[in-house]
Structures are given as structure tokens and as C-alpha cells.
Nanobody, 122 residues
Framework: QVQLVESGGGLVQPGGSLRLSCAAS????????MSWYLQAPGKERELVAS????????NYAEFVKGRFTISRDNAKNTVSLQMNRLKPEDTAVYYC???????????????WGQGTQVTVSS
């Protein structure tokens, strides 16, 4: 069974940094396209960043470009999100997402973690 467990969230002041981690198990991690999403209260879940199975290609939402970095360690079955220069608008629950990848194609079916809360406030 696919399992994703996020950690690393917490309370941080504006301008501060956090590093989120997602530990994966139950599947061949390198075959999966991994993403981080966020969901703020009263809003839909939206994509933050994604990374291909081999780690060679990444994509970022415009509102995090230059501040956040997604990475993965396929030997440890983990994907991370380094968040720098955090803003109050970044406050949300952050979720880890996994989708099976076949070459350039990514399946629509997704597995999700339970989420980790990030709060940016002074």
C-alpha cells in the first residue's frame, strides 16, 4: 500500500525558513512523479512544486519561484521542500502527492499524505 508521511511543518516568522519532508513507502519511488501541494483555509488545494522520478526536472508555481526548492532522494525514498523567505500568504497545510510516471506520461491517479501545517506569522 502506498504511504506518504509529511513532516517538518510548524510556526515561523515572516522571512524565515522551513524544510518539509515526505517519507514514501509501499511503491517503487523512482517510478513516481512527486509533488507538493498546499491548501489554505477556504481555498482549493493547489500545486506548489513537482519533480520527475529521476529528479532531473522540476516545476514551481509562480508564487514560490526563487523561494522554494523541491528535491528528492531516491535512495531514501524521500522528497523535500525547502522553503525560504516565507510569507504570511504561505500559511497552509502542505501535502505530499505521488503519481505513477511512464516516461513523459504521468497518471491521473494520485496518492496523498496526511499533510503538515505551516504557519507564517509574527
Amino acid at each position: 500500500q502506498v504511504q506518504l508521511v509529511e513532516s517538518g511543518g510548524g510556526l515561523v516568522q515572516p522571512g524565515g525558513s522551513l524544510r518539509l519532508s515526505c517519507a514514501a513507502s509501499g511503491f517503487t519511488f523512482s517510478n513516481y512523479f512527486m509533488s507538493w501541494y498546499l491548501q489554505a483555509p477556504g481555498k482549493e488545494r493547489e500545486l506548489v512544486a513537482s519533480i520527475t522520478g529521476d529528479g532531473r526536472s522540476t516545476n514551481y508555481a509562480e508564487f514560490v519561484k526563487g523561494r522554494f526548492t523541491i528535491s528528492r532522494d531516491n535512495a531514501k525514498n524521500t522528497v523535500s521542500l525547502q522553503m525560504n523567505r516565507l510569507k504570511p500568504e504561505d500559511t497552509a497545510v502542505y501535502y505530499c502527492n505521488a503519481r505513477r510516471q511512464h516516461g513523459s506520461l504521468v497518471e491521473g491517479f494520485a496518492s496523498w499524505g496526511q499533510g503538515t501545517q505551516v504557519t507564517v506569522s509574527s
